[in-house]
């Protein structure tokens, strides 16, 4: 909102503060930055990093699964032997409570006000996001990242696990801990409301020394307005063309359903079908077992000396009759 009432605009980091100057046209002397900051009685200093970084966690609401990011991580992770967990959002395994969770970890990928956090509470942290990396922190760097917000503007390594593994060759406990000191000296609530009572404290004293010319301020204010008029006349318009394609998209889904629904039926008779097939397999395979040993008796009995002696009887010209006669008188003919 550019007034003349508003005298003083807030910016997270050095990105804010140029998109306030620079594209919303805030006059500099107007924007003054306050970094994140932490809550030390919540973010408690708990981890304490072990030699070499053996738990990784990859801490992140826009990391998903499939992600260079996360590809990257995995890997590294691989790499040095490491066992990495991911939190956030995307992956499902977001939490409400960071500050019992981020004290278990050697090293930490994060961004923002959650690679303060993570630093606040012991843990060594690598800047990164989804989008790209930036380096280990350090006590030869954490200033400047800070006043970055652990932000975009750091991020300017590729995503990939050649980055982390060169990252973390700086691992080093002792430096980590330095750079929690820093931060829990520097960063805390405190600090944080005493910049911004300093904000409102300029606001209220420019206003009061150098009052807006109130035609100057009717102006701002029906500019103002006019961008409101005019963003809510574009959203009434997109609503309305799109209704059509969520009406269609409503029958899709439900046509969607019901295909679904045919095909999970379809997969579950194909279940029982390969079911029934496999036991029919089996059936086989166990006729075809016992018509094998079947054959090896028939085999063994049509080679054994009493059927070839009977053969050659029956088969003799001279015995035949014989043989015959004395099968009648047993009854066996």
Known sequence: VLHPNVTRYVAVDEAVRDRLTLQHGVPDERVVVVPNFVDLDRFQLIAEPGPTPRRMLLFSNYVSEGSPYLKAAREAAGTIGAHL???GDKMGTSTPNPEKLLGEYDLVLAQGRSALEAIAAGATVMVGSSRAFGPLVRSDNVEHLRRLNFGIRAQTLPATSATILDQITGYDPSDAAAVTNWVRANTGVTQAVDALVDVYQ??????????????????AMGTFLSGVTRDVNNLETEVWDLRPRAARSDRDTKNLTMVQGERNSLRQELAETRKRLKTAELD??????RAHHQQKRLDALMGSRAVRAQHRVRSAPLLKGSYRAALNLLGRS
């Open 284 to 289: 086989l395979g166990r006729t075809r077992t």
């Open 85 to 87: 967990d991911v939190v």
């Open 202 to 219: 300029a606001a209220v004293d420019t206003l009061a020394s150098e009052l807006p010319d109130a035609l100057e301020s009717a102006h």
